[in-house]
């Protein structure tokens, strides 16, 4: 690829008028470069636009695919002056067409290459249908499942976050200067959108300039790091202050002290609501707020349109804040070729070859594997024997929507059911496919008693539909519906071993479910390949190996509840249970019902002997440990080896332990395997009061386990 140099970069924004500057700082909707002129003008006048603003607009979302953005692109650059091309966006979150697992799915992997892995595949896919762009990855930290949009992030933890920030980056990325079959990512929502007040969405956010340093900021800061062309703006407030109009957050943070220099994007009409935040009191105050925030392009709003020429004109918005976004703009449009092929990577031979292909569902299929986390298995209840007469019953038995929110081009209908994949296989299997969510009719009920009665084990299917996660999707119960509740506690009376599989997009209060099942299994919405890698999994041909990334609360009183809590003044002391002056409920234990970290696999390791090689050392110094594990079992046992380490007293309260390295290693049956870790003490650094990011000397409790319930532990002291 060839590239503008940065002084024709500048020469081109200096031609441009101050219409078309302000054209370039707004985003539309695909429609309006794909209808028929006359359907067009209906949005266009409804919004103010004429058809020369429609073809200064500098970048377009939701429209793909090769044909179509061809044609648009070719038809925006015979009206653009200039012949300033067009950039598309899309929101391709866990997959173009080729859908993997929702992100809190894939997180459970612990295997941040094959995240990057996705995000590659997610790219060629994007990249030959003609998009730029992806408004992805979503690094919001998440601690609250009532929350619809904890299905698009990688849980609670600021670590494992930031590992996952850098490998959809570096997937999506990859060599965008000389690989066409790759996108520009932008993290987003900046900032801490996940951490909305009752867990209700586009609520207000409350936190302390540390705490968001603390745990909020860093996984966008891996992003960035990683090379992230573009930043999203939040809906949310941060400490009184739309993220849009916020220039502490946007200039100061994200400028300023991370060094970012691409392009700020709003989110949908984000600059708008500065309004309705009481921080604006007319869309031409959010304009001049929004802009003198950073806020480069604004999406699907039309403030910078409205009002810009207005505001520079009255002297209150100086051009050179219009100027440096519009540079901003072409410079993303120049790292990616556009200037010299304002197509990029739109091809249709490749679509038709690329989009979809066995080698991408392959990857989909592992990202399945990888991405079911077993939660119950009593008495080994699973996996399935062959001999066995089993019953698959339930919503999802014969459903097909198993790829969940932000699934734009992934399509049901190519997607396998249970019932499609499971009927293939020569096991004896009865299938009774309820057909509600949210309802079971007495016929289905026989049919399931029925089924029931015939067979020696019941798999009941059960979960949320997509639209019950995502964006716009907060609930105050986060139970299974009712009817599938009644569904399990209908099938207990036949006494025999009942094993839940559950499809769903945040943690779920599964308190009764796990009672009353022997077997549970968590399948997130997984995706495209997804029936095959449950199937799989339940007949034992794949072992379990997912691990939770975000803890499962008791009920929904519970919440928050995450691993990497505070000790309180109070702490429940397991020598004094009795004390009622503790922090804790009267009607609930303190801990959740599946913590951080936490999923069996079929056989299990034991750990013995954590090893610290030194027990003192010095502030530049590392800590050195081992811990062996051990399988008695007759099969190899792939295992995720958690390290977690507790810092005992700092100048502002520590978490009881934050997770600081893991390793997935295979321990062969029969054999033991020792596992070394080492972190330097620089990696215990934390936000101090003066806002100061540094590790102190003092006692330090390095821990490792399984998850972070189950650990080993010994103290280590550092010293100055
Ligand atoms: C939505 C979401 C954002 C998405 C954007 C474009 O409201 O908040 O994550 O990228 O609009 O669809």
Redesign the pocket.
């Known amino acids: 690829m060839t590239f503008l140099k940065q002084t024709e970069l500048v020469n081109l924004v200096a031609q441009l008028s101050l219409e078309e500057k302000i054209g370039q700082l707004q985003q539309l909707t695909g429609n309006f470069y794909t209808e028929e002129e006359a359907e067009i003008t209906g949005p266009m006048t409804e919004v103010g636009l004429t058809e020369k603003s429609v073809y200064e607009a500098g970048s377009v ?2 429209l793909s695919g090769a044909k179509a953005t061809m044609e648009a692109q070719s038809k925006y650059l015979s009206k653009n002056r200039l012949q300033i091309p067009l950039l598309f966006m899309a ?1 391709i979150v866990h997959g173009y067409r080729t859908i993997f697992p929702i992100p809190l799915g894939l997180a459970s992997s612990w295997n941040p290459e094959l995240v990057k892995k996705t995000a590659q595949v997610a790219a060629v896919e994007s990249a030959v249908s003609g998009l730029h762009v992806t ?1 992805s990855p ?1 690094v919001d930290l998440v601690r609250d499942p009532r929350w619809g949009r904890v299905m698009e992030s990688t849980g609670e933890d600021p670590y494992l976050n930031q590992l996952y920030a850098k490998a959809f980056v570096e997937g999506y990325q990859g060599d965008l200067a000389n690989d066409p079959l790759t996108i520009a990512a932008c993290v ?2 900046f900032a801490a959108y996940g951490a909305p007040e009752g867990g209700r969405e586009y609520n207000t956010v409350n936190m302390s300039d540390r705490q968001l340093r603390e745990s909020y900021l860093p996984a966008y800061q891996a992003a960035l790091e990683a090379g992230c062309k573009l930043v ?1 703006t939040a ?1 949310n407030t941060v400490d009184g202050i739309p993220a849009t109009a916020n220039r502490y957050l946007n200039r100061d943070i994200l400028r300023k002290e991370f060094g970012f220099k691409g392009v700020l994007i709003s ?2 009409a984000a600059t708008k609501e500065v309004v309705a935040h009481g921080v604006a009191a007319n869309e031409k105050e959010a304009a001049a707020l929004s802009l003198e925030a950073g806020v480069d392009i604004e ?1 699907m709003a039309f403030c910078y349109q409205h009002f810009l020429k207005e505001l520079v004109a009255e002297g209150k918005i100086a051009t050179d804040l219009i100027d440096e976004a519009v540079l901003r703009i072409l410079e993303l449009k120049n790292d990616l070729g556009l200037f010299e092929n304002p197509y990029r990577g739109a091809n249709e031979e490749q679509e038709a070859a690329l989009v979809f292909s066995k080698e991408h569902q392959e990857i989909a299929l592992q990202a399945a594997r990888e991405s079911i986390v077993l939660l119950e298995n009593k008495q080994n209840v699973l996996p399935l024997q062959k001999q066995e007469k089993v019953a698959f019953v339930g919503p999802f038995v014969e459903y097909h929507d198993l790829l969940g929110n932000w699934s734009w081009k992934g399509n049901p209908s190519e997607t396998e059911t249970i019932k499609e994949v499971a009927s293939k296989r020569k096991e004896s299997i009865e299938f009774v496919a309820t057909s509600g969510i949210w309802e079971l009719t007495d016929e289905e009920l026989t049919a399931a008693h029925k089924a029931a009665e015939k067979t020696d084990k019941i798999i009941l299917f059960l979960g949320e539909t997509a639209d019950m996660s995502g ?1 716009a999707s907060s609930r105050t119960n986060i139970q299974l519906p009712t009817a599938q509740l009644t569904l399990l506690r209908e099938l207990k009376v036949h006494g025999k071993p009942i094993v839940v599989v559950t499809f769903n997009g945040r943690p779920l209060d599964l308190t009764e479910v796990a009672e009353l099942s022997d077997g549970l299994v968590e399948a997130w919405f997984p995706g495209t390949k997804g029936a095959q890698a449950v199937t799989e999994i339940l007949f034992g041909e794949t072992a379990p190996t997912g691990r939770l990334t975000m803890s499962f609360p008791r009920n929904v009183g519970q919440i928050p509840v995450y691993y990497n809590h505070f000790n309180t003044g109070r702490p429940i002391d397991a020598n004094d249970a009795d004390n009622k002056y503790v922090s804790k409920y009267l009607d609930v234990s303190n801990e959740p019902l599946y913590p951080f970290g936490y999923g069996l696999s079929y056989d299990k390791v034991s750990y013995q002997d954590l090893v610290i090689q030194e027990e003192t050392i010095g502030l530049d110094g590392k800590i050195s440990a081992s811990v062996t594990l051990q399988n008695n079992s007759n099969q190899p046992v792939t295992e995720t080896v958690q390290w977690y380490v507790r810092d005992i007293v700092g100048e502002v309260v520590r978490p009881m332990k934050e997770l600081k390295g893991f390793e997935t290693c295979v321990v062969p049956a029969g054999e033991s395997k020792l596992v070394t870790w080492e972190i330097s003490v620089e990696e215990l650094a934390y936000i101090h009061v003066n806002l100061e990011k540094k590790a102190d000397a003092g006692e330090f409790v390095v821990m490792v386990g399984s998850n972070s319930s189950e650990v080993l532990a010994k103290t280590i002291t550092v010293k100055n």
């Open positions: 979302l939701g929101d408004f979503m987003k929502h999203m809906f989110d949908w999406m964006e």
